[in-house]
């Protein structure tokens, strides 16, 4: 008995120990945020100059940054969940000629390297006049995503077939069924890529670096373009403010992980992505 | 009207179904894989859409006979083989841990993984300003502590170690893929190995690992592809504008490619340099595909 609980003890010191590890860089990120413009970095808490955080919306031009943010992420992420749903169900519950073929199709877009696509997609963009557009996620919000794609195909294999032949008998079309049996038990799923998807584009930099100019650039690109200088010449980049606007561009992602936590947990075990 | 066959009718619905990713994935990746293949065979140097002409396989001569992307591919390769076991280790060894019966796991875990979703640039502005930094940072106050130190963290000597500091921070992104596999392992092999007197460390090696080569192996898939392509943080941690150039020790293949394209308008020889990495990552996953019957356990035999 007395073993046990030394063993359950060093495990708690363990996990505290790390836990303290992977917390403390947030930890210095908010308490530098907090501190007086141009001191060295710091490691305990030396004041709370909350300022700090209007300071780091009012020496760029945040709001307009977040404003950007926002409208590509209200355009791309409904349609990319909704899209990679729809694939992913034909995938998982219908067999067609070709889909096999068009199966491999989408794991292989997986593995692609984004980045060899990118110049001849600016291309392409380029020449249909929607460089300095939203347009482009528009687009790959129809698209869908490949990972995501196989994400519900994983999710969607696993239901039961006698609930789909039970609504088949009573005459519902396949399009009915998808909508009205399979998404209602996908919710977790659903939800784990609504939030994964927002978090890839929100904080998606390149992107928008190549197919915008910088009004229309959103906050992540603005913030690795845009240096926080105090007003008035001098060069000099404040950290503490840059830090606070750091932190305010990741409290969407924070709010958003621990309100849909319990879905991405769940998502990804009923999911049971494995190769 | 003349009856459609069920096999017809789903075969259209199939179609309807996945027409708006297919247009896209048609139009809007294999398009411009092809044409980016092509390009890479042209002299477009970003003007000259109008007038390319064919130069042959020089464009990819170049990357060969290219010093800085053959250095730059070496520290790639360098960069991945320690930066996909070590995170592949930091990942599964905390989801080992939290697999215990324990108190506040569901905190533990959001601890773990909260590293992982942080934006990019936000997690290279705190590393490079407030740890790695030279004048009172707190990484040189630490080893300091030890009698170590002071360190240039982000000079020649240490950037490499740093980058993968920083990525390590960030590992814990797998644990939940990780968990989710460890759930998948049936109690009553735990109990029967129990009865049999199996030590923790023999149930972790004979049974836990095993069964988890399959969720093992598609995370170091990813993680070769995601690093091999890693280009960010080196030039985020470099300077504060996009185009900034990276030190040797971190500047890697991508970052090259990248360099190429944007700071010196050579698009063709980008797109050559882009599709030799592009063929190196597929011989590389048919390579681990073909070795994982080595490695990766299928309680169905393989399918």
Known sequence: MKRISLSRTLLYAVLLFLSFIFLFPLYLAVI???????????????????????????LIDFWRYARNS??????????????????????????????????LCVLSTMMLPGIVTQIPTYILFFRFNLINTYIPWLVWGIGGSAFYIFMYRQFFRTVPLELEEAARIDGCSIFRIYWNIFLPISLPVVATVTILTFHGNWNDIMGPFMYLREARYPLSTALSM????????????????????????????????????????????????KG | MKQIKPTTRRSIAFYLMIAP????????????LVYGFYLSFTNYFGFNLEDLSLVGLKNYQNVFSDKDAMGALGR??????????????????????????IRGRGVFRTIFYIPSIMPAIVTTMMWKNIL???????????????????????????????????????????????????????????????????????RLFRITLPLLTPVIFFNVLMGIIGTLQQYLQPILLAGDQLLAR??????????????????????????????????????????VFKTSRLWVFYEDGGD
């Open chain 2, 246 to 287: 990276p030190i040797k020790p971190i500047y890697l293949y991508v970052v090259h490619a990248f360099q190429q394209i944007f700071a010196n308008q050579r698009f063709a020889y980008g797109m050559a340099l882009l599709w030799v990495l592009f063929i190196i990552t597929l011989l590389l996953t048919l390579v």
């Open chain 1, 70 to 103: 926002l409208i590509i992420a209200i355009i791309y992420v409904p349609l990319t969940t909704l899209s990679s749903g729809l694939s992913g169900f034909a995938f998982a519950r219908l067999r067609a000629p070709g889909s096999k073929v068009l199966f």
């Open chain 2, 132 to 202: 790695f930094t030279g004048n009172g940072g707190i990484l040189d106050r630490i080893i300091g502590v030890f009698g170590l130190g002071p360190v240039n963290w982000l000079g020649y000597d240490y950037a490499l170690f740093s980058l993968i500091l920083m990525s390590s921070w960030g590992a814990g992104g797998g644990i939940l893929i990780y968990l989710a596999g460890l759930k998948g392992v049936p109690d009553e092999l735990y109990e029967s190995a129990a009865i049999d007197g199996a030590s923790y460390m023999q």
């Open chain 2, 21 to 32: 990713w297919l247009l896209v994935f048609l139009s809007f990746s294999l398009f411009p």
């Open chain 1, 32 to 58: 530098n945020s907090l501190a007086p413009w141009f001191n060295p970095p710091t490691a305990v808490p030396t004041a709370f100059k909350w300022e700090n955080y209007y300071w780091a919306t009012e």
């Open chain 1, 226 to 273: 845009v240096g926080y200088k105090p007003p008035g010449g001098d060069n000099q980049t404040i950290m503490q403010v840059t830090m606070a606007a750091g932190l305010l561009l990741a409290l969407p992602i924070m709010v958003t992980f621990f309100i849909g936590q319990k879905y991405i947990v769940e998502g990804i075990v009923t999911t049971g992505i």
């Open chain 2, 76 to 101: 790639t390769f360098l960069f991945a083989v320690i930066n996909v076991p070590l995170g592949t280790v930091i990942a599964l060894s905390l989801a080992l841990l939290l697999n215990h019966n």
